[in-house]
T-cell receptor, first 111, second 115 residues
Framework: DSGVTQTPKHLITATGQRVTLRCSPR?????VYWYQQSLDQGLQFLIQYYNGEERAKGNILERFSAQQFPDLHSELNLSSLELGDSALYFCASSPGEDTIYFGEGSWLTVV | GENVEQHPSTLSVQEGDSAVIKCTYSDSASNYFPWYKQELGKRPQLIID?????GEKKDQRIAVTLNKTAKHFSLHITETQPEDSAVYFCAASAYSGGGADGLTFGKGTHLIIQP
């Protein structure tokens, strides 16, 4: 167990819908990262927050947004969902050093 | 931005033999290079990492080497065992004291250990 908690573990939704994925980082970790993993794209970095502020942005679509709250948990919002958004979404956290710890992931299936 | 290339995409070795996975990166500012192991449907788990101020690091049967001049780093697994079968990802990042600035991952190597 990495200490990073993600909910829900599995989610099935229809095209055009909106979902929110939630992440609780390890206790005391200030940085939260979101990654998307699909079969043909590997692990794609989406976005990073550090102590509530956006720190780095990767290949995140405009339909996706995220935020980190004062208690350091984070949410990833995915809207206008398309079939191609089906993937495993990982949250990871870091104590401010370079080591990153991944959660178990949220499986999103868009039908 | 950073680009990480990883080879091979699939590697099959006999149990007990060694396995080597190679990665190259493009951004000379990158200074942190972790390796993750991912079993099917599970989270990536850090197995070893190296920072730019060292050229080699070992942990039991696993070692990583880094050549900053050539911008490549490699994972070496000796005396492979069936439980080593998994997908291995290399990654690169620039660390600046506030957490790694978003790891860029290679596309992964599926390591198969043949009994």
């Amino acid at each position: 167990d990495s200490g990073v908690t993600q909910t829900p573990k599995h989610l099935i939704t229809a095209t055009g819908q909106r979902v929110t994925l939630r992440c609780s980082p390890r206790s005391g970790d200030l940085s939260v990262y979101w990654y998307q993993q699909s079969l043909d794209q590997g692990l794609q970095f989406l976005i990073q927050y550090y102590n509530g502020e956006e720190r780095a942005k990767g290949n995140i679509l405009e339909r996706f947004s995220a935020q980190q709250f004062p208690d350091l948990h984070s949410e990833l919002n995915l809207s206008s969902l398309e079939l191609g958004d089906s993937a495993l979404y990982f949250c990871a956290s870091s104590p401010g050093e370079d080591t990153i710890y991944f959660g178990e992931g949220s499986w999103l299936t868009v039908v | 931005g950073e680009n990480v290339e990883q080879h091979p995409s699939t590697l099959s070795v006999q149990e007990g033999d060694s396995a080597v996975i190679k990665c190259t990166y493009s951004d000379s500012a990158s200074n942190y290079f972790p390796w993750y192991k991912q079993e099917l449907g599970k989270r990536p788990q850090l197995i070893i990492d190296i920072r730019s101020n060292v050229g080699e690091k070992k942990d039991q049967r696993i070692a990583v080497t880094l050549n900053k001049t050539a911008k490549h780093f490699s994972l070496h697994i000796t005396e492979t065992q069936p439980e080593d079968s998994a997908v291995y990802f290399c990654a690169a990042s620039a660390y600046s004291g506030g957490g790694a600035d978003g790891l860029t991952f290679g596309k992964g190597t599926h390591l198969i250990i043949q009994p």
